[in-house]
């Protein structure tokens, strides 16, 4: 389809007038200097808003008895200005006429608004005859309101990419976007990664994410740094904090730390969680507080109970209930055991302790199974102990060979971008903390070594575990560390290899 070029706006004399709330629409200062929308809702819409006309000239200096001679002979403009001002006054039927009148005279203004008008009305055959018009006569947001109703109500994908394709190369940002993004889920990277670019270059953060990730998943880590930092400069939080961790990987927890910060400015809250991990490396206990209770106040558990340990630390029981509480109430069991520990010690809550110890037992803590077991037999109730006992596998079997150490931070980083390009566009979800217990038993049973050559057949050797097993959590392994160099691993691929990554740990005694 032939490129469409947006057609000179008609001016004319005519006032503003008030706006009532009249449902109509009409065209409106709608755009930055661009043609684009100031207010899109969903990706594509226009912005709907009544009253002003694109029209320059003076204020109502057109006598509205000289706009109906000029219409009733046949002045486009005249009619659709004559339109507009019966829209401002609620007359809904007589601006729908004048309009109609002015549209099939060629006025594309007034075909944009019957198309906005049917749209609101929910006559939708009817909006995308207008938008038609108005677009086949080059209207650029006429097209991009077209392509989106095909897309969204019709369901016409083919119909809906021409007329996106259309407007973006027409110059529109939000069309551009559009269209990378169904090329995308089309799976078509090389065409997304185009629109993406026109769309970023015309100052959408949005799309400049969304290349940095395709960049990084190609493994072009240059390109993924300029495209993050450039869509962190335009207020983008996730870029901010992707590009921090991209440094982080990179050994440059400087840089690390400066997006970060630039990202937590726009209450990013896993940014708040690494500055709070900052300074508690610094043993700025107060500061950490801060950022992590920022963080746990997005509803996030690992950081609900770290906050809780710095309060502890800073002796502040009454606030380390409190967070270990949201944390246990959401199942950590970690966060209930302490729960039960603060609630015993600081508050003489012997009935609520017993209760979320019983909760962390549950889930395999088994510290929270001896205390429980300990405060039952302290306090006389051997029955009760008698059907635990009875009642559940007791004490409950812990997770096997959980993953309790700290990696190095470029591996932590690299979990987290790959869970989070993985993530995207609706892809599978692969647990971070995974991919980091995956780097981190390589990186540990590994440290031994001062020449790597030969490390599967050494690992195979010395755990006794198959040769393809260690082959394959050597080839995952390979895959996060260096982007493009493969597929991303399913989530199938991800639970297999971490049953070989744990047997390895056991076997080589290093859990």
């Known amino acids: 389809m032939a490129a469409l070029v947006p057609a000179p706006r008609s001016t004319g004399q005519d006032a503003p007038g008030a706006t009532g709330d009249t449902g109509e629409v009409d065209r409106a200062d709608r755009t930055d200097g661009t043609g684009e929308a100031n207010g899109a809702d969903r990706a594509g819409h226009t912005d709907r808003a009544d009253g002003a006309d694109r029209a320059d000239g003076a204020d109502g200096a057109v006598d509205e008895t000289a706009l109906l001679r000029a219409a009733e002979g ?39 608004n019957l198309g906005v008008w049917h749209e609101k009305h929910g006559s939708l055959d009817e909006a995308v005859r207008w938008y038609e018009r108005a677009a086949d006569g080059g209207d650029v947001e006429a097209a991009l309101n077209l392509a989106t109703l095909l897309m969204e109500q019709h369901g016409d994908l083919p119909a809906a990419r021409r007329w996106f394709e ?23 990277p090389n065409e997304a990664g185009e629109w993406h670019r026109r769309a970023a270059l015309d100052g959408d953060p949005l799309s400049a994410h969304d290349l940095g990730f395709l960049a990084y998943s190609s493994g072009a880590e240059d390109e993924a740094l300029r495209w993050w930092e450039l869509a962190a400069r335009n207020g983008h939080a996730d870029a901010a904090y992707h590009l ?40 700025d206990l107060r500061t950490a507080r801060a950022w992590f209770e920022q963080a746990a106040q997005a509803g996030r558990i690992d ?42 010690a600081e508050l003489n809550d012997l009935k609520g302790g017993q209760h979320w110890f019983r909760q962390a037992a549950l ?22 102990l008698t059907e635990l006992y009875r009642s559940e596998p007791w004490p409950p079997s812990p997770p096997s060979s959980p993953w309790d150490r700290t990696a190095e931070p470029e591996l932590v980083a690299r979990a987290e971008l790959t869970a989070a390009a993985v993530a995207r566009r609706g892809g599978a979800a692969l647990a971070p903390g995974d991919l980091t217990e995956i780097l981190g038993t390589w990186d540990l049973v590994t440290r031994p070594l001062l020449d790597h050559t030969g490390v599967v057949d050494w690992l195979a050797e010395r755990s006794g575990l198959h040769r393809g097993a260690v082959e394959h959590l050597s080839a995952v392994r390979a895959t996060l560390l260096r982007p493009g160099s493969a597929p991303w691993p399913t989530p199938a691929e991800i639970e ?11 076997r080589l005694e290093t859990r």
């Open 363 to 384: 889930a395999g803590h088994r510290q929270a199974a001896a205390e429980l077991a300990a405060l039952l037999s302290m306090t006389g109730a051997a029955p009760e």
């Open 166 to 188: 259309a407007a973006a190369r027409a110059g529109s940002r939000p069309a551009a976007r559009r269209l990378a993004l169904i090329c995308e889920d089309a799976g078509e």
């Open 496 to 506: 297999h290899v971490l049953v070989t990554a744990r047997e390895l740990r056991s």
């Open 244 to 283: 921090g961790l991209l440094m982080a990987a990179h050994r440059d927890p400087e840089g690390a730390e400066a997006c970060y910060r630039m990202a937590a400015r726009n209450e990013h809250p896993g940014a708040a969680s690494r500055l709070g991990g900052i300074a508690l490396a610094r043993g």
């Open 303 to 344: 950081d609900q109970r770290t906050a809780g340990f710095v309060c502890v630390e800073l002796k502040d029981p009454h606030a380390a209930s409190h967070w270990f509480g949201r944390a246990a109430a959401c199942g950590d069991a970690e966060s209930a055991f302490n729960f039960g520990l603060l609630l015993i």
């Open 74 to 112: 046949g002045d486009a403009h005249a009619a659709h200005l004559l339109g507009r001002r019966h829209a401002q006054r609620g007359d809904r039927s007589t601006a729908r006429h004048w309009w109609e009148r002015a549209a099939a005279a060629g006025n594309l203004d007034s075909a944009y």
